[in-house]
């Protein structure tokens, strides 16, 4: 008899979790993921920036700063730059040290980071030095060298920058379902 009452009891709590749904902030998660899965980063960013406004000084909303990194590293978000994310990620990082997405958001940056350096441009000329008495001369590879060089190293760099992305989609994937 006591054991029924125990288990009554304890299956009346769980129900009673469950009526209670999401918080705030895992709808306003939801809803933020719903509008990126849209490709709509503005609704998603206006949405995480309310429930930052209206839980200030909470835990949760220090967590808004990484979704709002994440979703700026984004290759679909056309408002989005490397840049702008990761300076985003470092004011998570530095704001919230003990934050619940700290191990993802050095992943991110240190990534978005390499992205970064892929995307620089980079101009290489090699020449050559030649000092005869008193007069300096300076010859260059051919127009034709410098070009295959250069085709060369954007093939490199556009292969670098898909192994990024792919890496960038795997996270993105990856924390879009953190259940897993």
């Known amino acids: 008899m006591l054991l029924l009452l125990l288990a009554a009891t304890g299956c009346a709590q769980l129900q009673a979790l469950n009526l209670q749904g999401p918080s705030d902030y895992e709808r306003t998660l939801i809803s933020a993921r719903q509008a990126v899965d849209a490709g709509n980063y503005f609704v998603a960013d206006k949405l995480l920036d309310e429930f930052a406004r209206t839980h200030p000084d909470t835990p949760e909303a220090?967590?808004?700063a990484f979704w709002k990194a994440a979703y700026k590293l984004d290759p679909a978000n056309s408002q989005g730059s490397l840049r702008d994310g990761i300076s985003g990620l470092d004011g998570y990082l530095a704001a919230s040290?003990?934050?619940?997405?700290?191990?993802?958001?050095?992943?991110?940056?240190?990534?978005?980071?390499?992205?970064?350096?892929?995307?620089?441009?980079?101009?290489?000329?090699?020449?050559?030095t030649t000092v005869v008495r008193d007069t300096v001369v300076v010859g260059s590879k051919s127009r034709d060298e410098q070009i295959?060089?250069?085709?060369?190293?954007?093939?490199?760099?556009?292969?670098?920058?898909?192994?990024v992305s792919a890496e960038l989609d795997r996270i993105k994937k990856r924390l879009a379902n953190p259940s897993n």
């Open 62 to 64: 220090r967590e808004i």
């Open 148 to 163: 295959a060089a250069l085709r060369d190293q954007l093939a490199q760099s556009k292969a670098e920058l898909a192994k």
């Open 97 to 128: 040290p003990t934050g619940q997405y700290r191990t993802e958001a050095m992943l991110l940056r240190r990534t978005a980071a390499v992205a970064q350096n892929l995307n620089a441009p980079r101009v290489v000329v090699d020449t050559a």
